[in-house]
């Protein structure tokens, strides 16, 4: 088979080119629409131009007319972004439309720029996910118009914020630049008044270093056009008019304006280039009045003023090459912008939590879509009736920067979840063939295997018939032992293993916790647990089925003092309920831990500024935080104790609870909260947080990670590269938490990490404090755009209720990064669990069917991450393999690692290897990215 391979690191060289500078002001007119894939409206509605009630925006009208106009004038350009919209719109054009469109991509008059199948947000999105959306666009653009349209111009005007991973990502993917509009208001006015609104961004400094080097530009005019310059049907400016007979005659204003503009945003660049951004919000509906009008100032000024300016319809790319010419020396920036502040009371750290069932769902998506790729590369192809197209698009759509951010209306973020549960129950029927075809040893005999969505809150038909199987997929490259909790009606069962003996488990009474957000979804009564020993990237069977006895646990105590397992002990206050301390027995260290529930009151405005928290505005009423009961914040606790983990379930009160637990031979500490309905009836909005107070000197410092991969130092109240004057000191020192956050003792060498199953927003507001946004119930707009409050009713209509996971690692800093490294790994990927309603005996499921299947030969080194694993065609895949240990991190893990694949995968022979770019769609080295000289 002939094997494609991309590489997650790779060496790039390019040459340089110098050309001459001119004293002549290049004015680039750049056409283009921002068109988000879902916000007001859904993707389709966007599309389709319906729902006009709510928004009027149609892209499939934007690119009817643009594609018409392009073709009158070989001059004209446009750049067009979400491939998302683009792929619709392709799919319902004639050959000889999509000829003409060739014609003017080869032209260079129709140029991708970004063209990931959406504008990815920057803050709430999982490097894994960026990669994959990225790559359905690009290999869209790849497969219909050929290596020559490779996009060249990363494009993240709208999102709100932005990472240094992203950065890293983009020069990866073999992009020459970087623009963007939203920056901090401080930053950016330092910026315009020092020139250095453009810049060169190290994304990976300490790692990648001078390969992840991205010439990166901040837009003048935010990203619509100068003043009074705006042509589209949306626009109150008035048109050029050049017919000197008529009274409204306004040529020479308009082209005095321009040039008035032109200056005004030069004096803040370097070179004698300029760059108008003409357009903005799905707007090019009627091109035709866009183009007359550019058409008349750039004739016009052209003839005027020869000497002086140099206007023509641009692209970025263009732009970037005339920069790069002028060869001239540039700053390097090696931090993020992180937060976004529009105002001195905007802090736009809200939406790292907003919307948190979401955002979980995306999270958990991510893991089964990895899933469901690897199954069709393991079955030599998707079946005839589902692939796994569906989901893939699905999640590209939902890493949109108003879509997984938490941003977009309700019944959007509705639309979202949809696309992904259709695309899940596709990947469902992908994965049945799948293992159809791998447990299956006569080929004739079928197994109907079930997904379960709501194990977490014990609810599962197919296991709550008490006699079933269970086939646990492990989507990593390594041996793996996890504990599978999954809910039956009887206390009456046994566990048995591929083999068919018995295993050690447990059975737990389901807790009125559960019940309790359950509701009416299921009865069961119990829950199994047990563990499961999972060979490489492939799956073992276990089995349930009816006993005449149960076994015992140690039963329910109203306190306890202390739960512990081989690693780590947490001792209990037995007044308050709190955690007091956690100790960590292979490295003797103990660390004193108050860990409780609070809430912000939500601002809806005050005598200093009228901005409310909303959807995307984090804003509390003040820097205090509120217990989550009357009672002191004390909390009710029950221990449980059984064979395989010992637990704390804590309720704090009606709508706050948790259960801490340690698992047998687990090397981190589960915190399981269950938030919400969050009251409101007293007309307060509530941002809820967990806080994890220790007694670690932190010097005001803590680290978060950028989308899951690389830490970035945070330090309070402070900005690298500018002065920070912070007058909200809650919102503007919090940051987006992708997969984790910790604070260190350096004086005692110790590390405190908290690892999320999804994106939140955190922070460290005193020295050895962390904290974490789980949920969020407002009452009030915060008059971005988006139109109603942030109240999640759920499924009951009575307020979202969301459970999700924090893990803890504490441990020498030296320690740390191999636990937190290898345990985020296992957060991102999890395994999937599919169940068979089974009456028979182990025993005759083995003759019939294979219980153990690994589709490698051997495990993958332990700092190596299979990422990508993904049928293209039958003889090629994409591989993407990853070291997932940053430089100096771990002693050992760290250091560079060689990965044989001969004879690795037992699916398939590699017969050759093709080195691409990180977003696969052209050969690494056919890239030649440009170089830059830097301070």
């Known amino acids: 088979m002939d094997l494609k391979v991309a590489c997650f690191v790779c060496i790039v060289l390019v040459a340089f080119v110098s050309l001459s500078l001119s004293t002549v002001v290049n004015i680039h007119i750049v056409p283009h629409t921002h068109d988000d894939v879902g916000w007001l409206k859904t993707v389709d509605e966007y599309y389709s131009g319906t729902n006009r009630s709510i928004n009027r925006a149609g892209v499939k009208f934007i690119l009817d007319s643009v594609?018409?106009?392009?073709?009158?004038?070989?001059?004209?350009?446009?750049?067009?972004?979400?491939?998302?919209?683009?792929?619709?719109?392709?799919?319902?054009?004639?050959?000889?439309?999509?000829?003409?469109?060739?014609?003017?991509?080869?032209?260079?008059?129709?140029?991708?720029?970004?063209?990931?199948?959406?504008?990815?947000?920057?803050?709430?999105?999982?490097?894994?996910?960026?990669?994959?959306?990225?790559s359905e666009g690009l290999r869209f653009v790849e497969e219909n118009f050929g290596k020559e349209a490779r996009p060249r111009t990363a494009w993240h005007i709208d999102p709100f914020g932005h990472s240094s991973e992203q950065a890293a990502l983009f020069a990866k993917m073999g992009y020459d630049g970087f623009f963007f509009a939203r920056i901090d208001y401080q930053d950016i006015g330092k910026r315009e008044k020092e020139k250095r609104m453009e810049m060169i961004w190290r994304g990976s400094p300490n790692n990648l270093g001078k390969e992840s080097d991205i010439f990166t530009g901040v837009l003048f005019y935010f990203y619509g056009p100068p003043p009074e310059m705006c042509f589209d049907i949306r626009c109150g400016d008035d048109a050029v008019v050049d017919n000197e007979a008529l009274f409204t005659y306004n040529l020479e204003y308009k082209l005095q304006k321009f040039i008035e503009d032109a200056k005004n945003q030069n004096q803040h660049y370097r070179t004698k280039n300029v760059m108008f951004t003409m357009g903005s919000d799905f707007q090019w509906e009627d091109a035709q009045i866009w183009y007359s009008n550019l058409d008349k100032i750039i004739d016009n000024l052209n003839k005027k003023y020869p000497d002086q300016f140099?206007?023509?319809?641009?692209?970025?790319t263009r732009y970037i090459e005339a920069?790069?010419?002028?060869?001239?020396?540039?700053?390097?920036?090696?931090?993020?912008?992180?937060?976004?502040?529009?105002?001195?009371?905007?802090y736009w750290t809200g939406y790292f939590t907003s919307r948190p069932a979401l955002k979980g769902y995306v999270r958990t998506m991510n893991s089964f879509l990895q899933t469901c790729k690897h199954m069709e590369v393991f079955s030599g192809g998707p079946s005839k009736n589902a692939t796994s197209d569906k989901l893939a698009k699905a999640m590209g759509v939902a890493q949109h920067h108003d879509a997984v951010s938490g941003t977009e209306k309700q019944n959007v973020a509705d639309d979202y979840a949809m696309r992904l549960h259709i695309g899940e129950i596709e990947c469902r029927n992908v994965v049945n063939y799948s293992l159809n075809k791998l447990v299956?040893?006569?080929?004739?005999?079928?197994?109907?295997?079930?997904?379960?969505?709501?194990?977490?809150?014990?609810?599962?038909?197919?296991?709550?018939?008490?006699?079933?199987?269970v086939l646990i997929y492990n989507p990593l490259a390594r041996n793996q032992s996890t504990v599978i909790t999954v809910p039956v009606q009887s206390s009456k069962v046994s566990v048995f293993s591929p083999t068919g003996s018995t295993v050690v488990y447990d059975i737990v009474p389901v807790s009125n916790a559960t019940k309790n957000v359950r509701r009416s979804r299921g009865t069961a009564q119990y829950n199994v647990v047990f563990e499961a020993m999972l060979p490489p990237l492939g799956f073992a069977t276990y089995f349930v089925r009816p006993s005449s006895s149960f076994p015992r646990y140690s039963g329910e105590q109203p306190k306890a003092a202390s739960i512990k397992n081989e690693y780590y002990e947490i001792s209990f206050d037995d007044t308050t309920g709190h955690v007091q301390s956690i100790t960590n027995m292979h490295s003797t260290l103990s660390v004193k831990l108050d860990q409780q529930f609070f809430w912000y009151n939500a601002s809806t405005g005050n005598i200093n500024n009228s901005q409310a928290s909303g959807a995307y505005v984090f804003r509390p009423n003040s820097s205090n935080v509120f217990p989550v009961n009357s009672n002191n914040n004390k909390a009710e606790i029950k221990v449980i104790t059984g064979n395989l983990f010992q637990e704390v379930q804590q309720t704090f009160s009606d709508f706050v609870s948790q259960v801490i637990r340690v698992y047998k031979g687990g090397n981190f500490v589960e915190f399981e909260y269950t938030i919400g309905p969050i009251p409101f009836q007293d007309g307060l909005g509530k941002e809820v947080i967990s806080r994890?107070?220790?007694?670690?000197?932190?010097?005001?410092?803590?680290?978060?990670?950028?989308?899951?991969?690389?830490?970035?130092?945070?330090?309070?109240?402070?900005?690298?590269?500018?002065k920070l004057n912070n007058t909200e000191p809650v919102a503007g020192n919090y940051y987006p938490v992708n997969s984790r956050i910790y604070v260190q003792d350096k004086s005692k060498k110790t590390q405190f990490t908290v690892l999320t199953d999804r994106s939140q927003g955190g922070s460290s507001l005193k020295d050895g404090s962390v904290e974490l946004m789980l949920h969020r119930r407002l009452l009030r707009d915060d008059y971005r755009g988006v139109g109603e409050p942030l109240n999640e009713t759920g499924q009951f209509g009575d307020g979202l209720i969301i459970r999700g996971r924090h893990w803890i690692v504490f441990d020498t800093i030296a320690n740390s990064s191999a636990a937190h490294r290898l345990l985020g790994e296992k957060l991102l990927l999890r395994p999937a669990v599919a169940f068979n309603r089974d009456s028979g005996s182990p025993k005759d499921y083995l003759t019939k069917y294979n219980v153990m299947y690994s589709a490698v030969s051997r495990e993958l080194p332990a700092n190596v991450h299979l990422l990508t694993l993904q049928?293209?065609?039958?003889?090629?895949?994409?591989?993407?393999?990853?070291?997932?240990?940053?430089?100096?991190?771990?002693?050992?893990?760290?250091?560079?690692?060689?990965?044989?694949?001969?004879?690795?995968?037992k699916s398939f022979k590699i017969e050759s290897l093709t080195e691409l770019v990180l977003g696969a769609n052209d050969e690494l080295s056919n890239v030649h990215r440009l170089q830059w000289k830097t301070a």
């Open 310 to 316: 140099h206007l023509f319809y641009s692209t970025p």
């Open 67 to 134: 594609i018409s106009e392009l073709q009158k004038d070989s001059r004209r350009t446009f750049i067009y972004v979400e491939i998302a919209f683009f792929y619709r719109w392709w799919t319902e054009q004639s050959s000889e439309t999509k000829e003409i469109v060739k014609k003017l991509v080869a032209n260079k008059q129709l140029e991708f720029v970004n063209a990931g199948w959406c504008m990815n947000d920057e803050a709430s999105t999982d490097y894994n996910a960026i990669i994959d959306q990225m």
């Open 440 to 469: 299956d040893k006569s080929g004739s005999s079928q197994v109907n295997w079930e997904f379960c969505e709501y194990v977490n809150i014990s609810v599962c038909p197919a296991s709550e018939s008490n006699s079933f199987d």
């Open 871 to 905: 049928f293209v065609d039958a003889n090629t895949v994409i591989l993407r393999l990853e070291h997932q240990f940053e430089k100096n991190e771990d002693s050992t893990l760290s250091k560079p690692v060689t990965v044989s694949l001969d004879g690795l995968f």
């Open 323 to 346: 920069v790069h010419s002028a060869n001239l020396t540039w700053q390097v920036k090696t931090d993020d912008f992180f937060p976004y502040a529009s105002c001195p009371f905007c």
């Open 692 to 722: 994890f107070d220790t007694d670690l000197a932190s010097n005001s410092t803590w680290y978060t990670d950028a989308n899951g991969r690389e830490m970035q130092e945070r330090i309070r109240d402070y900005r690298k590269t500018w």
